[in-house]
């Protein structure tokens, strides 16, 4: 539904509400996308300019699966739902080369749209896909709307002519960015998307997606035991690297001898405390990073990452058979992605588990040079290590929300000095805050001047 709640003297207003045979359950949360056309009227003219609500398909049973391909809602903000408000679906996709194909059920997770080059028009949407099955399968998928080609765009106002045209059989619909990958000892399952993913762009005019893996809806995902990732991929469509969005613009092609290294593993990576340890465990700028093979200094491992389409990490499977999983949307701030995740207890009696919040360096996907949210101290004589997640205590945690301001004294987690707060509501109710150092400055600054002279 739609309401209009402008005057906050009054009482809302309805504006609509939709409904669809394939909508499945709402469990997609909605956003808008605006788009015009590239004319001479200037991009804020309100000229031929349409705002869609946007949404997929959500499952169709309660323990979280789908009945029905997965399938894109587009519906007018201002006219409501009308005939032709037909959803965009997948139905039409024969992912012959990724495993499964259009008979495949499915679902969609939380929607968003990304302006790429901030012209006030709606360049694409992202949602991951959650596939019925044993193991859980997952993909990220894209549909772009023509409005953000680097060039000669041509900016689609009408939905069915956004995505991609199928091949073989006719039709538009999504493209895949990021599918199974080859992670560098054979396939891996990339498990269910049910998160929103999240954006940013970096140094080098990239456009990187950050998302993660993992399902929390009945009692047997407690007990799943696939395990789960964490990833941070550079889009090949808006980061203008590739245009035939349905062939070619997509990461890690599954089964080819090129997606073996397309994606770095930073499972393992481990980055120490300069100045810290004693003898040949102390850390210096020349060892500082261990676990990444062939990789030992910081700037040979972000130079690693830039070479490769993004990185993954993937997420533990604790002892009592739980594994942890995405529990809500990632956040980027201040060059760090925020995640959430959920450790639930393997008790299928309790509703139990442990949350934390992982810090990840947006471009390499491992802990920043130096502390974020905190250190272990080590042992033997070896130096101290960056900690690249902190447990927020028991409970499943929602998303990050970010705060400029520090709690206390500033001394929890990193002992920011940067003024940036970290909060995640637990199903305990408790809110669980953590002071952060992210890796850039995150408050409003000026970054030019002029004198203009009579």
Not at 265 to 270: E, F, R
Not at 291 to 311: D, E, F, I, R
Request: hydrophobic content about 35%; some cysteine.
């Amino acid at each position: 539904f739609v309401m209009d709640i402008t005057n906050p003297e009054e009482d809302p207003k309805l504006l609509w509400t939709f409904t669809h045979i394939d909508l499945g359950f709402a469990t997609s949360y909605p956003t808008v996308a605006r788009v015009r056309p590239h004319d001479a009227l200037g991009k804020t003219s309100t000229m031929e300019t349409f705002w869609y609500a946007v949404f997929g398909s959500g499952p169709t049973s309660y323990a979280g699966n789908a009945g029905q391909k997965p399938k894109m809602f587009f519906v007018d903000l201002s006219t409501g739902p009308t005939a032709a408000s037909s959803p965009l679906t997948l139905n039409g996709l024969v992912r012959t080369q990724k495993g499964h194909d259009s008979t495949k059920n499915a679902f969609f997770g939380d929607v968003i749209t990304v302006d790429r080059d901030l012209d006030f028009r709606v360049d694409a949407a992202f949602a991951g896909e959650t596939f019925t099955g044993s193991p859980w399968h997952g993909t990220m998928a894209r549909v772009t709307t023509g409005c953000g080609a680097k060039t000669s765009p041509t900016c689609q106002t009408n939905p069915t002519d956004w995505g991609v045209a199928y091949a073989t059989t006719g039709g538009r619909g999504a493209s895949i960015l990021l599918d199974d990958f080859y992670d560098g000892t054979g396939t891996f399952n990339l498990g269910a998307i049910p998160q929103a993913p999240s954006v940013a762009i970096d140094d080098a005019n990239n456009l990187w997606v950050f998302g993660g893996t993992g399902r929390y809806f009945s009692t047997a995902d407690k007990t799943n035991l696939e395990v789960q990732t964490l990833f941070g991929v550079k889009d090949p469509v808006l980061s203008y690297a590739c245009t035939d969005a349905y062939t070619t613009c997509q990461v890690a092609p599954f089964g080819t001898s090129t997606g073996a290294n397309t994606l770095v593993d930073l499972t393992a990576a481990s980055v120490c405390v300069l100045g810290t340890g004693t003898g040949t465990g102390t850390c210096s700028a020349a060892n500082q990073v261990s676990g990444v093979s062939g990789v030992a200094t910081y700037p040979a491992l972000v130079s690693l990452v830039q070479g490769k389409a993004g990185w993954f990490n993937k997420l533990p499977i604790a002892t009592g058979n739980a594994a942890e999983r995405l529990s809500g949307t990632p956040i980027v701030a201040g060059g760090i992605v925020f995640l959430p995740t959920f450790l639930p207890s393997s008790d299928v009696c309790v509703t139990a588990g442990t949350g934390s919040m992982y810090a990840l360096y947006y471009v390499t996907g491992g802990p920043y040079s130096s502390p974020v949210v905190g250190t272990t101290a080590g042992t033997s004589g070896a130096a101290d290590s960056i900690n690249k997640k902190v447990i927020l205590g028991e409970g499943l945690s929602s998303a990050i929300a970010l705060h400029i301001g520090v709690q206390g004294n500033g001394t929890t987690g990193g002992g920011s000095t940067s003024g940036l707060m970290g909060c995640s509501q637990s199903t305990t109710g408790a809110l669980n805050c953590v002071n952060v150092n992210p890796a850039m400055g995150v408050a409003s600054r000026y970054i030019s001047w002029i004198n203009q002279r009579d």
